[in-house]
């Protein structure tokens, strides 16, 4: 396959001058990464709210404890995703997130936000014994003691678990193309700004090829590169990596 010289833009960054036009164009690289990367953790929540729907169905019914399981751990992921996505806050070294403007949601995507980010934060990040789903607690452990056959307290335990919540499911489905086409707009006007920030800050084709990697090896192979050079002028893609 024959396809053009690939140059790391985020390495070339660290090689960049001092100026105030380089200057500018290293924190526009990581402004368009950091926009790329929040996209790509809601299109994987999209994808686990799909193979969530299609396990559940429009019906409630009964599942095994290997569905169970899935169930959960698809619900649990597609929360903690749209939330590293639009609420997270970054320390320093960490991505962070790309915020929702609150002045462009209706009040019903305004609580579907919140109610998620919410349960992120009370039930699944952390655990707050008080956090509710509609009138029921998100977790629930109760300490009790039963008698024994002679006569003697014997303390045991039971826990219950939130498989999952058709509520929650249905505010990710609502919510998720919402951000999706927010934060993707901004990744495309970031991208912009870093096609004009390449042009402003007189990079030399020497420094630009200095950072040339394969990117076969990078993105595993011809059919992925080809498909990768095709989405160029638009948002972005994907690819997955087995290891």
């Known amino acids: 396959m024959n396809y053009p010289p690939f140059t790391d833009l985020l390495a070339l960054s660290k090689d960049l001058k001092r100026t105030t036009k380089q200057k500018k164009i290293t924190e526009t690289l990581l402004q368009a990464w950091r926009a790329e990367a929040c996209l790509g953790d809601l299109l994987q929540a999209r994808d686990c709210c799909e193979r969530l729907r299609a396990r559940v169905g429009q019906n409630d019914r009964s599942h095994d404890p290997e569905d169970q399981t899935v169930i959960k751990a698809l619900q649990t992921t597609a929360v903690m995703l749209y939330a590293r996505a639009t609420s997270t806050s970054g320390k320093t070294g ?108 007189g990079i030399g084709e020497a420094l630009l090829r200095k950072h040339i990697f394969d990117p076969i090896e990078v993105f595993g192979s011809e059919a992925v590169v080809a498909r990768i050079l095709a989405s160029r002028g638009k948002a972005s893609d994907r690819f997955w990596v087995n290891e």
């Open 94 to 201: 960490e991505r962070g997130s790309i915020q929702l403007s609150k002045k462009s949601l209706s009040s019903e995507q305004k609580e579907d936000h919140d109610y998620l980010i919410s349960l992120r934060n009370q039930a699944l990040a952390h655990v707050n014994p008080n956090h509710k789903v509609g009138d029921r607690l998100w977790h629930k452990v109760i300490l009790f003691a039963v008698p024994s056959a002679h006569g003697r307290w014997v303390p045991a335990a039971a826990t219950n678990e939130t498989t999952w919540h058709r509520a929650t499911l249905e505010r990710l489905e609502r919510i998720l193309p919402v951000a999706i086409a927010f934060v993707e707009e901004r990744f495309k006007v970031r991208l912009k700004a870093v096609q004009e920030g390449l042009d402003e800050a």
